[in-house]
């Protein structure tokens, strides 16, 4: 096990590369979700505010 | 193409694919990172250091991939005022930036141990970390403008400019001399590389193209409602100002 960490003395870089380069995907992942529901919450209360008239021709836009 | 200008259209679209490409990278990344770090054999050279090839050589063929979707993207709103092109190349630029960063990173961590440094001034890593620039200031110039319609078009104009330094990142390693090694795996006579670390690579390859196209469809999603948002507030301020302007 330690043998397999230790990466032939490269650890660190081996390590780093994938531990950084996995939480930096994630991160964005997660970021880009949360950013497509909160905006589409957002539009949703905006419209409730407008008259039915008015959300037919927004719908089309 | 213009069938694909509708939001809604887009929308349901997208909502059909999200499934398939987000199954394909969690297999494809998770299969990748298996067979990369456990089961591909140490380098005869590099010894275990070539493990980092399998984020380094995805990330950087993402990062220039990306960088074409979004120059072509933005052409194509500057021409024909496609409705969902300028916000497909939007959306992309954070994605591209975040592989181009990985990609200058792990390239940091491996030329640390095999070349002896850091980093070296020289073309290919230079003209890469040029294209992180131009990624941040794309971004940027969105913020830049209240009025979204010309946020779109000076940032379409800046992504088609620096499009001129994809080729000179393909073609540094033969115009240039460097410490960077020449292409591998796209070359006249095939890949290069020895297939117990060409299939992990090309796992992580597909799986890298599949998370982009994820992580696009939730940020193309939000900047569909976003702008939806704006256009209904703009329709309820008229309005407004039109109901004081009749007292």
Redesign the interface.
Known sequence: MSEFLSMGGYGLYVWTSWGVGIALMIALLIQSVSAARSAAREAEATEQLSPRRRRRKAEVE | MHRFAN??RFLRLAAAVLPFSAAVAALCLGAG?VWG??FAP?DYQQ???V??MF??VP?AMMAMGVYAGMAISSAIALIWRHAIADLIAKASA??GA?FT??CL??GS??G??MWGTWWVWDARLTSMLIMLFIYLGYMALWQAFDDQTKAARAAAILALVGAINLPVIKFSVEWWNTLHQPASLITMEGPKIHESLLWPLLLMIVGFGA?YL??LI??V?????????R???M??AD?HNAMQAAD
């Not at chain 2, 999603?221 to 948002?229: F, S, V, Y």
């Open positions: 939001p809604t990172l770090l456990f140490p010894g275990d250091t493990r980092i984020i380094h990330s954070p994605i975040t960063f990985i990173l792990t961590l491996w640390k141990p998370y994820t992580v939730f940020r999603r939000a900047e569909i409602h976003q702008r939806r948002t256009m209904l507030r329709a309820q309005r």
